[in-house]
């Protein structure tokens, strides 16, 4: 796949503009292995090749074992995520899905059980801010394999 164009260079003020919102997310103090999976599960459902790569490397890089990533597909089906985990698993499946029966009270009022009214924003901000670098990498078809973590 051959990128249809380099949306760094061609709008370099715009990216800047988001890049700050990833650059508060990636220092928010929610766990960066936490925030890995749910990166790689909100670009698993959009099927963004790029994103999927750069992230399912980043989390080995933290520590995350293969099982698990292997896994997060599939995760209600496995007893490999804790409760916190689940609940922002659901929560990235809700607000990546966006629509009014799926983002209701029960997985909200759950969530809560499991994060700070804090961590629920600053959760939900690494869930935007990954849907939007997925709604740039796929139309721009940014080709996988290429990311280096650095």
Request: hydrophobic share 40%.
């Amino acid at each position: 796949m051959e990128a249809r164009l380099d949306y760094w260079k061609a709008s370099p003020q715009g990216i800047a503009a988001y890049r700050q919102l990833q650059a508060y997310v990636d220092r928010c103090g929610l766990d960066h292995r936490l925030m890995e999976l749910v990166k790689t599960r909100a670009s698993q459902l959009n099927g963004c090749a790029y994103c999927i790569d750069m992230h399912t490397k980043d989390a080995r890089a933290d520590g995350e074992t293969e099982q698990r990533l292997y896994a997060l597909s599939a995760w209600r089906e496995t007893p490999f995520f804790t409760e916190r985990e689940r609940a922002a698993l659901d929560w990235t499946e809700a607000v990546t899905r966006i629509a009014p029966e799926q983002v209701d009270d029960a997985r909200y009022q759950q969530l809560r059980t499991q994060f700070s009214e804090k961590e629920i924003v600053d959760l939900t901000l690494v869930i935007i801010a990954i849907n939007g670098w997925n709604r740039l990498a796929i139309p721009f078809r940014t080709p996988p394999g290429t990311y280096q973590r650095a």
